[in-house]
């Protein structure tokens, strides 16, 4: 495990954050969290967007500013912003100022609140959890203390909601693949797995209308993608 991962691991169950909770934190615009970044993960979401913002289809935008592949762990394909020169510079960042902003991924908007999906009883049955998003503050190492704010502000000011069904529903999809894709790995050959791998790929990321709404164009392409990995399972 790397030395960022055990300080998010740490931050989630040390710094747990309910939506009235307060923590200090004020953005000076040093742009310090936008350099030496190569961990800025886009969900499907947060490519459509930027794209939309940028009046460019998701396969424009991945081409011209990001990077996909294969996760290392998650077997799964990630797209991730891709960072200039030498300071490995966000190509979003203009002057020190985030050049979409209002369409920047949600894990910069947050900033620096991370959050994870964890689980809770289900009223309804003695056995059974449902999933529920926790927040956390994470050290920025940059910013200052002048500024206090609850969870429930600093989401309020972003636009962002406390309850993101869709980010659940992005997160235990990205498990479900990985246990499909990784399992299959094991058992087919490499010219598969390629055809497997770009066709999630461009239903996922790729395959949508930037004039149309997010959410109908995803969840089209989820079960599309289940009934695509289940025939080739069954042959």
């Known amino acids: 495990m790397n030395q960022r991962m055990e300080q998010i691991l740490n931050d989630f169950e040390n ?6 909770d307060s923590f200090k934190f004020h953005c000076t615009q040093c742009g310090k969290c936008c350099i030496n970044r190569d961990d800025i993960l886009l969900s499907p979401q ?29 077997r799964i394909p990630v797209v991730r912003i891709k960072s200039k020169g030498s300071i490995q510079r966000c190509p ?20 620096p609140i991370g959050r994870a999906v ?17 927040y956390f503050f ?5 910013g200052d203390n002048a ?18 069904d869709y980010f659940i529903r992005w997160a235990l999809f990205q498990m479900e693949l990985h246990d499909f894709l990784a399992d299959m790995e094991k058992h087919v050959d490499e010219s598969l797995m390629k055809t497997l791998w770009n066709s999630v790929f461009i239903q996922l990321y790729l395959d949508y209308d930037i004039k149309k709404e997010f959410l ?18 069954s042959e």
């Not at 930027?50 to 996760?71: H, R, W």
């Open 138 to 142: 994470t050290d920025p190492g940059c």
């Open 46 to 74: 947060d490519l459509f967007r930027i794209a939309k913002k940028l009046d460019l289809t998701p396969t424009d935008t991945v081409n011209q500013y990001c990077e996909a592949y294969i996760g290392n762990d998650s």
């Open 216 to 233: 109908p164009q995803f969840d089209a392409h989820v079960d599309k993608i289940h009934l695509f990995l289940q025939s080739v399972f």
């Open 15 to 20: 710094n747990k954050l309910n939506a009235d």
């Open 118 to 134: 964890g689980y809770s009883k289900d009223p309804d049955s003695e056995m059974n959890t449902v999933p529920k998003l926790e």
């Open 147 to 164: 500024e206090t704010h609850t969870l429930k502000e600093w989401f309020h000011d972003f636009g962002l909601s406390l309850e993101d």
């Open 92 to 111: 979003f960042l203009k002057d020190r100022k985030c050049s979409v902003h209002e369409a920047k991924p949600a894990v910069c908007a947050m900033f």
